[in-house]
């Protein structure tokens, strides 16, 4: 059921949309408050996109993406997931970055902002930096003079501890394949390239979290390539930003390896989840879970999972326990705009029935301002479409 959100400073209200009473309703207010309008929302299917959990807002934060068609439609739409009224809310936003898929996102707690970097779009490989201030909702391009070349389907994360972001690998603008680290400081707003002794190679497609107990980024996944040899990573990589280092670590048993896939990290019980990805052999439906302190892979798969994809973004979030997963596509078949929850403790995924919303917010002059005027107006509509649709019914009762 789609819903609008109604926003006019002091005074807000939800209504559904698949009631005439309400629809009346809203004709009637939009008589009075011109400058009011409502659009039917919903979120676009798509692939590309990036989701990063505000944990002082306790809400999920989504970003862009591409629409896999005959031709890409990139997106630059931003929204936020309520998980605990399970509802997308379209962001209205002064400005945003253009248009891109495949670019890379992380939130710090520290600061309550969100850094992007990078993507992909018809202007091809981007190497912009963005930051979006999740206190006054507004995004703004930052300008450092050196940065990493452009690049999608890297890897990004904010490390707690050393207070800068870790940007690893990707599809780069003018060489290919990359394999370089590069930390962004978002107090002094600049990228430095680390220099290191081994990394886990060129890929892209590959996905990192942070886990702060051991105060390091962990990598898993990547669609690796050399002179050589064409493989996906299977073995988890550790990054640590304190004496800059990168250690492989081998599992006897593990999950095929894949790119593209869905990561992240239940930080209070210290368990890896991914979704997800693919191979060379279509995309895949199964959901792995490392146990940080087990130090071993369990598959929890079955057939409840979501239908197979690739490029799906998932997020843990701490207020409800669960993991949050969104969209991806199967690309012999359909794009998705599927919701579903992950819960770790009974090992089962559940499909989401979200509401969708959007906010309308006044536009007018605030010298012709009427105090109180949008709170009468709201009662005004409400009694003259309460008329309206009792004269086209021809009785007394509303249902």
């Known amino acids: 059921m789609n ?4 926003d006019l400073g002091k005074t807000s209200f939800v209504v559904s949309a698949n009631t005439k009473l309400l629809l009346l309703a809203l004709y009637g207010f939009s008589l009075l408050v011109p400058s009011i309008t409502v659009n039917a929302v919903n979120i676009d299917s798509r692939v590309g996109h990036q989701m990063v959990f505000d944990s002082v807002n306790g809400r999920v934060i989504l970003f862009g993406g591409h629409i896999v068609e005959q031709s890409m ?15 997308w809310t379209l962001m209205q936003l002064d400005s ?19 850094i992007m970097f990078g993507g992909m779009n018809t202007r091809g490989r981007l190497d912009e930096t963005w930051i979006f201030d999740c206190k006054t909702e507004e995004w703004t391009q930052l ?8 690049r999608s389907d890297a890897a990004l994360v904010y490390d707690s501890d050393e207070k800068v972001f870790v940007l690893y690998g990707g599809w780069g603008s003018r060489s290919g394949l990359q394999d370089d680290t590069w930390v962004f400081d978002p107090e002094t707003i600049e ?29 898993y996944g990547g669609h690796l390539r050399s002179p050589i040899s064409r493989e996906y990573i299977e073995d988890v990589w550790f990054f640590y930003s304190g004496n800059r280092s990168w250690i492989q670590t081998n599992y006897t048993v593990k999950p095929h390896g894949r790119y593209w896939n869905a990561i992240d990290l239940d930080k209070e019980n210290m368990q890896l989840v991914i979704f997800g990805g693919g191979y060379g052999e279509g995309p895949l439906r199964e959901t792995w879970v490392l146990d940080l302190y087990e130090k071993s892979w369990t598959n929890i798969s079955s057939p409840a999972n979501p239908p197979a994809r690739i490029m799906p973004r998932m997020v843990y979030v701490q207020t409800i326990d669960a993991f ?5 596509a199967d690309p012999r078949t359909i794009n998705f705009n599927d919701t579903w929850i992950l819960r770790l403790e009974t090992e089962s995924w559940e499909k989401l029935y979200p509401s969708y919303t959007v906010k309308i917010v006044e536009e007018s002059d605030d010298s012709l301002a009427i105090s109180g005027f949008p709170l009468v107006a709201i009662h005004l509509s409400l009694v003259t479409s309460f008329y309206i649709y009792n004269r086209k019914r021809g009785s007394k009762t509303i249902n």
């Not at 819903?3 to 109604?6: M, R």
């Not at 890929?203 to 105060?215: A, H, L, P, T």
């Not at 949050?324 to 991806?328: E, H, K, L, V």
């Open 96 to 114: 945003s970055p253009s248009p891109r898929g495949g670019h890379m996102m992380a939130y710090s707690q520290d600061h309550e902002v969100i």
């Open 143 to 150: 300008g450092p003079e050196e940065k990493p070349q452009g």
């Open 324 to 328: 949050i997963c969104f969209g991806g």
């Open 191 to 219: 990228w430095t390239e680390v220099e290191t002794s081994t990394s886990p190679g060129r890929m892209y497609g590959q996905g990192m979290v942070y886990d702060s107990v051991n105060r390091r980024a962990i990598l």
């Open 3 to 6: 819903k609008y959100y109604i």
């Open 73 to 87: 439609t990139y997106l630059n739409d931003t929204w936020s997931y309520d998980p605990l009224e399970n509802t």
